[in-house]
């Protein structure tokens, strides 16, 4: 057993605390260490985990002799590693208490908490979001460490010692002032960078990929940066298994399995987005209930938890909220909102990739809702059909069906899961090669190449998740072949484009939304503008007017009735395209638009002939 004693003169304490027992101390036996030997031994014996932080130092019981600490100089805080003749392990604060009299100070010794230290300051890279790195061991569990925000120290610090609770710390009832207080009063001398955000950081000009609890990077640059967060626990970081048993029993069963290949490369694609100046990467499977979409996911969320997105079943979203979601999304930025004070925040930032799946398509979910889908979504979360041979499956391997093929993925996943990311990340702070450049010559091979804007966009988006599968069968990680990966990204995008029709440019989509508009209600909504009011018959819910002349009809559109047709669009953008197609035959200086006599009056109106030879509009 260790008793290991924080020498007072280290000890940050300034002046005599406003804290004595509010009665008799309490009796520290009664919070010793469990009576059986075998729990005993549990926490006192073996040496415990090396921290996760390397400016933890860590004391070996089995080197260390039971021994009476030295009598610490009054007022001070320490923190005791093991029994001693305070009573338990933990933060404890030694005081004296003045006598009425003449005689000397009576000391008192009062157990905080647990075990804890701070091990460091920290800051972001701004200079703000000022913490410290805290570790501490509960009565049961191994040694944790936490970079807590000082902001939960604001008020009588009652949200610091939630999430020390709910990890496992025991807090006397009364110790919470002094425990608030040595937490203000700490000053260590390490100083870290504090990440609120997973995911790339930058320290000393090299590139460290932050997670909650590990960082990986180069070299010593580990240490100098560490996760913080307001919420300590990150339980959807856990791992099971190791990187060998997920490659066995997951990886090789991805091989055959286009699909499978497809979404665990999506989720790899995260950690790329950075590395070649992307903001998103996202696929829709798209298929019926029950056929295997799930387990895909699944698979994919098993290979890495951090930078992938993971939405099941997305047409439970409101489809009238989902488009701009998918918008938000891909730009990667949050909304920008004001402070109590009236101050702007600095906005919410992020990189991820995005797999998600459902029984429709996003436009079809949009559609359904009353909102019109546009080609920026169509490319930010491309639709991919997920019907195969047996179900989302091509191979079985040596599963009977597919049902059975799916009931094995989902129970594997939960014993293998949260190695492939970490390792694949581990490979890529190391890369040299330019990955940007490479995602750009995969987008010119057969299979990706095509003159279409908007497949062009889309190919990118495949090609950069192709290249992650092919660079982590490269760095020995998948288990599947050489090119799988690739090969399933350019079916993917035939899949795509053969289920949007070719897709259409927004601004193909203006064009067919006047075309069709026209085609619906041009006899309806329209009249000649040399009719006679008079005698012809009333003309309800106008559009606005058309007029011929030997190079064929042109529609006169009112502003309303050409916002109407647009579709959704706005009128800048929608006059655009239409100018660009040569459809705006007629326009007064400075505009696109025009003012024409009409039954006596003057109205200004857009001169709009389609053009019967226009692809985009059919």
Same mark, same amino acid.
């Given at each position: $057993? ?10 940050? $304490? ?32 073996g040496t415990p985990p090396v921290p996760t932080c ?93 970079? $807590? ?17 709910? $990890? ?41 990929f932050v997670m909650p609890w590990r960082t990986i ?8 940066? @560490? ?197 694949? !990340? ?13 995602? %750009? ?52 995008l035939h899949a795509w484009a053969a289920g949007q ?8 989509? !203006? ?42 009809? @042109? ?14 669009? %706005? ?48």
């Amino acid at each position: $057993m260790v008793s290991e004693y924080r020498d007072p003169d280290t000890c940050d $304490m300034f002046g005599q605390p406003d804290f004595e027992p509010a009665h008799t101390p309490l009796d520290l036996s009664r919070l010793s260490q469990p009576s059986s030997d075998a729990a005993s031994r549990r926490d006192t014996i073996g040496t415990p985990p090396v921290p996760t932080c390397p400016i933890a130092s860590e004391v070996d019981p089995s080197k260390a002799q039971p021994a009476k600490v030295k009598e610490p100089r009054r007022p001070t805080f320490a923190c005791y590693l093991a029994p001693s003749q305070y009573g338990p392990p933990g933060l404890y604060y030694h005081g004296q208490r003045q006598p009425k009299g003449d005689g000397d100070p009576a000391p008192f010794d009062v157990w905080i908490c647990s075990p804890i230290e701070c091990l460091a300051a920290t800051h972001d890279e701004r200079g703000d979001n000022h913490g410290l790195l805290l570790r501490f061991k509960s009565p049961y569990g191994p040694w944790r460490q936490w970079a $807590m925000p000082l902001r939960l120290l604001k008020g009588s610090g009652e949200e610091m010692r939630g999430e020390l609770l709910d $990890m496992g710390i025991r807090i006397n009832p009364d110790g919470f002032k002094p425990l608030h207080r040595w937490a203000s009063q700490c000053r260590p001398d390490e100083v870290v960078v504090a990440a609120t955000r997973v995911g790339w950081h930058r320290v000393e000009e090299a590139l460290v990929f932050v997670m909650p609890w590990r960082t990986i990077a180069q070299g010593e640059l580990a240490r100098r940066i @560490t996760f913080q967060s307001e919420v300590a626990g990150q339980d959807e970081y856990a791992t099971a298994g190791n990187l060998e048993s997920w490659r066995h029993a997951i990886g090789r069963l991805c091989s055959g399995n286009p699909l499978m290949v497809l979404a665990v490369s999506t989720a790899l694609a995260g950690p790329l987005l950075h590395l070649c100046h992307r903001q998103t990467a996202g696929i829709h499977l798209v298929g019926d209930s029950s056929n295997g979409k799930t387990t895909l996911l699944e698979v994919a969320a098993a290979a890495l938890s951090d930078t992938a997105l993971v939405l099941d079943e997305i047409g439970e979203a409101d489809g009238k909220e989902i488009g701009a979601t998918v918008y938000a999304l891909g730009n990667g930025t949050g909304k920008a909102r004001a402070n109590r004070n009236g101050t702007a925040r600095r906005p919410h930032r992020w990189r991820i990739a995005v797999l998600s799946s459902g029984e429709r398509t996003l436009a079809a979910h949009m559609s359904e809702a009353g909102k019109h889908p546009h080609a920026g979504q169509a490319v930010r979360l491309l639709d991919i059909p997920a019907k195969r041979a047996h179900g989302a499956f091509d191979l079985l391997h040596h599963l009977a069906d597919g049902r059975a093929f799916a009931d094995h993925l989902k129970s594997e996943v939960t014993r293998h899961h949260g190695h492939l990311g970490p390792a694949f !990340i581990e490979r890529l702070v190391a890369e040299e090669r330019d990955l940007a450049s490479e995602v %750009d010559r995969f987008a010119q091979v057969d299979g990706f190449a095509t003159s279409r804007p908007l497949q062009g966009r889309a190919a990118k988006v495949l090609a950069l998740i192709g290249l992650a599968g092919e660079l982590a069968t490269e760095y020995g990680l998948t288990g599947w072949h050489e090119g799988e990966a690739m090969a399933a990204a350019i079916e993917a995008l035939h899949a795509w484009a053969a289920g949007q029709g070719g897709v259409r440019s927004e601004h193909e989509q !203006i064009l067919a939304n006047v075309s069709g508009f026209i085609e619906r209600h041009g006899d309806a909504r329209f009249s000649s503008v040399e009719s006679d009011p008079a005698h012809t018959p009333t003309v309800y819910n106008r559009a606005g007017w058309w007029r011929d002349d030997a190079e064929g009809r @042109t529609y006169l559109f009112s502003g309303e009735g050409l916002a109407e047709a647009l579709g959704g669009f %706005d009128v800048k953008r929608g006059t655009e395209a239409l100018e660009v197609a040569g459809w705006i035959v007629e326009r007064d200086a400075g505009a696109r638009s025009v003012r024409v006599r009409i039954n006596g009056s003057r109205r200004r109106v857009y001169a709009i002939r389609p053009a019967e030879t226009e692809e985009g509009a059919a």
